[in-house]
């Protein structure tokens, strides 16, 4: 069994991946789920670390690294999960850069999205701390909710359009939220 992913562990396992990382040009990685929740301090650690990165070769070492701090990887994004927003690209908020290796939290609204649909209490509460943290704005996270091609949904047959805006209306109606603007 892995040991919890910890802020420490975090750290640790980016050192090892800007040590670890191809010479000769930069990466960017991202943290996703309950790696960016734990860096950011909401959680006191998480089960593994969803990443994701522009170029795979990055990871070249995860194995060894995963073995090494005893962690559970998984490389996610949430476009595997939920129809992509527009401009997702231009929302990945900066954390460190190490070496040849830029860290970014990936775009907080498509990970508040992905959590609010799926749906479970520790995910609607990283998605409640994305609200409250400021780096996701409910007007702005049903607008682009609102704004999803119906025919994105054709590549989740497991989602519906309403079932998707039902939940994330649902989310923003939590009273411990801000209202919309």
């Not at 960017?28 to 301090?41: C, D, I, S």
């Not at 649909?117 to 996270?141: Q, Y």
């Not at 049903?142 to 025919?151: F, G, K, M, N, T």
């Amino acid at each position: 069994m892995r040991a919890e992913l910890t802020r420490e562990r975090l750290s640790a396992l980016m050192r090892e991946l800007a040590r670890t990382a191809p010479r000769g040009k930069s990466y960017r990685v991202y943290l996703v789920g309950g790696g960016a929740a734990v860096y950011l301090g909401w959680r006191a650690s998480s089960m593994d670390l969803d990443l994701c990165a522009d170029e795979d070769a990055v990871f070249r070492d995860i194995q060894g690294i995963k073995e090494r701090l005893n962690v559970n990887i998984e490389f996610a994004r949430p476009e595997r999960f939920v129809p992509p927003l527009k401009g997702s690209a231009d929302r990945h908020v900066f954390v460190e850069t190490l070496g040849r290796v830029s860290f970014f939290h990936y775009d907080p609204y498509a990970q508040v999205l992905s959590k609010v649909v799926r749906g479970f209490d520790r995910d609607l509460e990283d998605a409640r701390r994305f609200v409250r943290s400021g780096m996701v704005d409910p007007g702005r996270l049903r607008a682009l909710v609102e704004a999803i091609p119906r025919s994105a949904y054709a590549r989740y047959p497991s989602l519906s359009r309403a079932a998707v805006e039902q939940a994330v209306d649902a989310f923003l109606r939590d009273p411990g939220l801000p209202a919309i603007r």
